[in-house]
């Protein structure tokens, strides 16, 4: 019965997101064709995630682990661990002043009505191609010339092994914050692995919790960036996880 319930729950996932996405995907889709307007559909793509989020009956609790603020004025590299497709909205919620530009893989393209929205608003990157892979930094860098801040998921997709608590962190986003001189905004998200995983027979809503760890100054060694903000997330993970 209960995984009745989760398949039915997850059918409601495809119909909020086919409603939402028609409804808010035509003024994204217009709007992005203006680098100046860009700000304006970010606001009904933010809109998108809330729908979605409060949608499936989640909701969040930010938890601050520093006394740092985020300075609406400021360009970021915001950074996160990554269980859940759910993962994907709570970045918008959070940043309400800062249009985000997300780097994501290139398969999502191919889903109906969302991929040609998709394209126009993120920087995919083609994984089994070492010059996709390479070309992120130029066409991220051109984002944050528009005045975006970019989001990724360092560990690069949710590993296939479920009891990995965190995977291995990619240099893209140190590299990116090294070059272009941009802080990095540390996040964990804790729960959303439970509440939403990628089995479609499991999950539950709920309350989830994000802790905002740190903001990271660029240095001249990505590498020592990675191992802290992988260590920083690692910890956090550890000690608060349900």
Known sequence: MVKILNYLWRFWLLVLAFVLTIILGIP???????KKHYKYAYQFIRIWCYGMFYGMGLRYELINLTDKKIDRNQQYVIVSNHTSIMDIML??????????????????VKIPIFGTIYKRICVMVDRGSARSRADVYRRCAEK????????????GGVPDD???????????????SSKHDSPIAVYTFVGLKEMFPFDHS???????????????????????????SFETIKKTLTNHSI
């Open 202 to 228: 499991k999950g539950y809503p709920g309350k989830v919790k994000v802790y905002f760890n740190d903001i990271m100054e660029p240095s001249d060694s990505p590498k020592d960036l990675r191992m802290s």
């Open 162 to 176: 479920t009891s990995i608590m965190l995977d291995h962190f990619k240099d893209g986003a140190f590299i990116l």
């Open 91 to 108: 970045p918008c919620i959070l940043f309400p002043h800062h249009p985000l530009c997300y780097v994501g893989k290139k398969e999502l």
């Open 28 to 34: 994204v889709y217009i709007l992005s064709f203006s």
């Open 144 to 155: 944050m010339e528009e005045g975006n801040s970019i989001v990724i998921f360092p560990e």
